[in-house]
């Protein structure tokens, strides 16, 4: 092998890992944490509506889901099911970020829909799916921060 070809391969394999994250123990958490969410998703988030039928308006949520907990369904389910997924699979460090800033958007919508959902007068209040699929998506989106900034 000739110099040039050696200083090509160190070079393409510098490309490659600066471009890639090592999760080391910390995947296995946010891997719990999707899971988690998940769970929180088809557990009740508004009367006995789970949270994937709040986002496509079925069930007791037809007519009843504002644009608020629709949106939070919506976008934990992008960034904090599909994003995370895509980002642990795929190890890239730009999901990360992806992963990590859109699950800081998705827990500011949780918030937002428990609140909405509690001051709505004769709602009931949030359901035990949304408020465990808000703290979900929160320590995603700490986790996938720590990882994004730290480059580890």
Partial sequence: MSENQLRDEIDAIERTAARTVD?????????VAVFVLIVGQVLPWMGDAAGWQVLLAQGDAAGK???VPRLFAGTSILFGILTSALALTTRRWALTWVAALGGWFASVDGVLAIWTRQSAGNTGGPGIGMVISEVAMVVLAVLWFRTAWSRD
Avoid: D, P, T
């Fill in 23 to 31: 999760l080391g123990a910390r995947a296995v958490v946010i891997s």
């Fill in 65 to 67: 889901a504002g644009a």
